[in-house]
């Protein structure tokens, strides 16, 4: 009994000293209107957009006329939302919507700074937001550079796509100069996101965006390993850059032959023969369950042994018989049978050219039947030829 009400009065010392602490991680109800940089700088006769927030903490949604005051004269200042202009905002509960303030500022504007002020007023209630402008006859250059995906891997014999987009947070239109750094052997080429023409340099616009995409094709013989890439932009003293990585992964590489290079046997028609094949892996990894086929002309068999080469490694070879059996109706002559060798993705395949001899029990037979035809011709001249 005496622990339950040491517990209870513990709850309720601490009670008053939790809740503040629960209520100071949740900011106060009610509707603000920000924005990140609240002082600016902007070029004479060039447009400027500035982002604002209008967020609603915890209170029921309310319809918030919109307006700009204080613009000197010869000046525009517009609010915009969805990229149209608005003259009123309405944030649901907890949610925020964003707002583009414009400034359009004449040439010939005086030097001075001056603020303009964004209102938003209804349901009682008035936000003001006050914003410096300051003026420059010349804003210095600004780039950035963003990689979507900065890392790929593949084999080798992969072409690898990266997709860049370049920003100009400059005051003026820019030519960039775009450029790539790559381990020597790689081929690099920057073109437009869907196009083909290889790039330079690419135009982008004041506060605008531009997208590329640097294609990287590494060399057949480069090792598994990662490399590391550059893309820089460049823009008279602006220039930005982008770290990239390249994982090259093992791939193996198939070639498939007879025993010493041997791409030909002789057989007999109606016969099997055997011959050695020789299957060998010349890429980076190993080679795993290897299947052997054969295409050869009709009515011929053709069968392996072992059918499926369970594993080769890099750089080594491994063989398997071929047994051949030609056609018991194959004339004399030479044919062509394509071997196989798969596994995975990875295939080979060579042309063997084979030999076909005719068995010689059919040569004397043919010999007898020739001579008996001879002996019947002759019997036949011999007899009738005196009549």
């Known amino acids: 009994m005496r622990k339950t009400i040491v517990a209870f009065l513990t709850c309720l010392v601490l009670a008053p000293l939790a809740a503040p602490a629960q209520n100071a991680q949740r900011a106060p109800s009610g509707l603000y209107l920000v924005t990140d ?59 925020s919507v964003p707002l583009q303030l414009r400034i359009d500022v004449p040439k010939d504007a005086p030097p001075q700074p001056h603020t303009l002020t964004v209102v938003a007023q209804g349901a009682g209630r008035e936000l003001r937001l006050p914003v410096e402008v300051s003026l420059a006859e010349r804003l210095p250059a600004k780039l950035e550079v963003q990689a979507s995906l900065p890392a790929l ?5 992969a072409s690898f796509d990266y997709q860049l987009t370049i920003r100009n947070d400059s005051g003026e239109d820019q030519l960039v100069n775009v450029a790539a750094q790559a381990p020597r052997g790689f081929e690099t080429s920057i073109t437009e996101s869907y196009g083909s023409q290889q790039l330079s340099s690419v135009p982008v616009k004041a506060g605008a965006s531009k997208d590329v995409k640097l294609t990287v094709r590494p060399p057949a013989q480069a090792a598994p390993e990662r490399y590391p890439l550059t893309f820089t932009a460049s823009a008279g003293d602006a ?21 010493d290079g041997l791409m030909s046997l002789s057989a007999e028609a109606g016969r099997a023969g055997s011959t050695p094949v020789t299957v060998s892996n010349d890429g980076s990894a190993p080679a795993t369950a290897v299947a052997l086929t054969a295409s050869v002309p009709s009515g011929w068999t053709a069968e392996f042994e072992p059918r499926t080469l369970e594993r080769i490694a890099p750089g080594e070879s491994a063989e398997a018989q071929l047994r051949l059996t030609p056609s018991a109706r194959s004339l004399a002559g030479d044919y062509m049978a394509t071997l196989r060798a798969q596994a995975g993705d990875e295939s080979a395949s060579g042309d063997f050219r084979v030999t076909v001899k005719t068995s010689t029990l059919w040569g004397i037979a043919g010999a007898v039947i020739i001579a008996i035809a001879v002996l019947v011709l002759v019997g036949a001249i011999a007899r009738y030829g005196r009549r």
């Open 153 to 157: 891997r593949g084999g080798p014999r």
């Open 239 to 259: 220039s930005a850059s982008a770290e990239l990585s390249l994982e090259i992964t093992g791939q193996p590489q198939l070639r498939i032959s007879g025993r």
């Open 37 to 95: 940089y609240p002082a600016v700088t902007v070029q004479p006769g060039r447009a400027s957009t500035i982002n604002l927030t209008l967020h609603n903490q915890g209170v029921a949604p309310a319809r918030l006329a919109l307006r700009v005051e204080d613009a000197p004269a010869g000046w525009t200042a517009q609010l915009l939302g969805g990229g149209q202009p608005v003259g009123a905002a309405m944030p649901s509960t907890d949610q």
